[in-house]
């Protein structure tokens, strides 16, 4: 039985994380996720022993290297590696996933139920086929808890710090595994409340003083993370339903599991500001979700087939989200026609052409253009002013060419690129700001013009 079920499990998330890649092979060959082009370039980087500084991107900034962008630097064909990395940890993750619910004194039931909604859900999906920082966290995280819970207590503490290495504000994590274990299995107050101080310590500082108490985003979260309503990344319905169900089943003994939901309030807010927190949060959401599946299960029902029906209703409700975000995740951009676009700037421009886009494009062009930009991924995240950020949207809004030319020679900016994303993101009408000086002032031409992507070179010397 264990045996079939470790089989069960390979075949069932190797199949759904492989497929992504299989469907998406066929159309589009490179990887998905524009945040996934900073790790390709950080790693580019690394081969041409180029130091710290950046640049392909205008003025001072250091690249945020980390060991994730040095492992690929090691290899030839890195976009195959960025590939298939993160599905053999997928898988891997599913498979420990798995033993450390049996560690927990699960059942077999238990923990085979919690790892199939585990492997099936839209945020393990993500997690293992868009190559992103998480992914390595996540599964280095199940890996220390197994660790830990087989007495093995150095390699445990030597991946804690791997974790800490790779991403400081993944801290928490070390520091609520090993609190959660002590608690569990160490019982010592003296200790159990070092650790709580430092949790809610590393929170307070960590979260609301880098980020600020934003109601707004705590309002929206699950309405921005709920993948059957569009979300990119977050949860299904049919698994956030169970949860809920399991949460209210195990309130009965909520002294045995309150440490679980403190566990999940932190891992709830982390979840808020950085959004990768999620796949932690699954860990414990498809354990619940898993009792409120055998509690119903087990009921006895006045009529089976009605028992059978609504069983059935949850079963295909998880596939079904699922199967639909495995549908929408083949299509994430970048698309060809953005790449190909790229490669034609490259081509046709001089190496040292600062390029203007919105940020979440920055590190693409810099990985496939090889051009430098004024803002991208990492600045937005890390930038306390975000001047360049408010730099931007005057440049979007404007309908001033005095105000739009003085921004864009500030940065010495030669070239405009757009895609369509940007283009619905940005700007309501097509004759709003940046969008009508470029067609109506002489200042601009419009260079490349290819399946909904736009070049437009700037001239500084025009009037």
């Avoid at 880098?210 to 990344?233: E, P, Q």
């Avoid at 306390?384 to 730099?391: F, Q």
Wanted: glycine fraction near 4%.
């Amino acid at each position: 039985m264990k045996y079939r079920n470790l089989l069960i499990l390979i075949i069932l998330s190797g199949v759904i994380l492989i497929s992504i890649h299989f469907f998406r092979g066929k159309s589009n060959p490179y990887l998905p996720g524009y945040k996934t082009y900073k790790h390709l370039y950080n790693a580019q980087r690394f081969n041409n022993f180029s130091g710290l500084e950046n640049p392909l991107f205008f003025g001072e900034k250091d690249l945020n290297y980390d060991l994730v962008d040095f492992f690929i630097s090691l290899f030839l064909e890195k976009q195959l590696i960025m590939k298939f990395t993160p599905f053999i940890l997928g898988v891997l993750s599913s498979l420990i996933y798995f033993l450390v619910l049996k560690k927990l004194n699960c059942t077999e039931e238990l923990s085979f139920i919690a790892t199939v909604i585990f492997s099936i859900s839209p945020v393990f999906i993500y997690s293992f086929s868009v190559f992103n920082e998480y992914f390595i966290i996540a599964f280095l995280t199940l890996l220390s808890i197994y660790l830990l819970l087989t007495d093995k207590y150095f390699f445990s503490l030597l991946i804690f710090c791997m974790i800490i290495i790779i991403d400081l504000s993944s801290l928490i994590i070390p520091l609520l595994i090993l609190f959660t274990y002590i608690y569990n299995f160490k019982p010592k107050k003296s200790i159990n409340m070092i650790f709580l101080f430092m949790i809610i310590s590393f929170t307070l500082v960590n979260v609301f003083e880098n980020n600020g108490i934003n109601i707004v985003k705590f309002l929206n979260f699950y309405r921005n993370h709920v993948t059957d309503l569009g979300a990119d990344f977050g949860f299904g319905i049919f698994s956030i339903a169970l949860s809920l169900i399991g949460l209210l089943i195990s309130w009965r003994k909520k002294t045995r599991f309150s440490l679980y939901y403190f566990v999940i309030a932190i891992l709830g807010i982390y979840s808020v500001y950085y959004p990768g927190f999620l796949i932690f949060l699954e860990f414990f959401l498809c354990f619940f979700a898993a009792i409120a599946f055998i509690k119903l299960k087990n009921l006895k029902w006045q009529l089976s087939i009605l028992k059978e029906y609504a069983l059935l209703l949850i079963i295909c409700g998880l596939f079904f989200s699922s199967v639909s975000y495995i549908n929408r995740a083949v299509s994430f951009p970048p698309h060809i026609n953005e790449i190909q676009s790229l490669k034609w700037l490259q081509n046709n421009s001089d190496q040292g052409s600062i390029i203007f886009s919105h940020y979440t494009n920055g590190n693409l062009i810099q990985a496939v253009s090889k051009r430098p930009v004024i803002t991208d991924i990492e600045y937005y995240e890390s930038s306390r002013d975000r001047i360049r950020i408010k730099d931007s949207e005057s440049i979007y809004y404007s309908r001033d060419l005095i105000v739009t030319k003085s921004l864009l020679n500030k940065y010495n900016i030669s070239y405009i690129w757009i895609n369509p994303v940007m283009k619905n993101k940005v700007w309501e009408t097509s004759d709003q700001g940046l969008l009508f000086l470029m067609k109506n002032s002489r200042i601009f031409t419009n260079i490349y013009l290819e399946e909904n992507i736009e070049i437009w070179k700037y001239h500084q010397d025009r009037s």
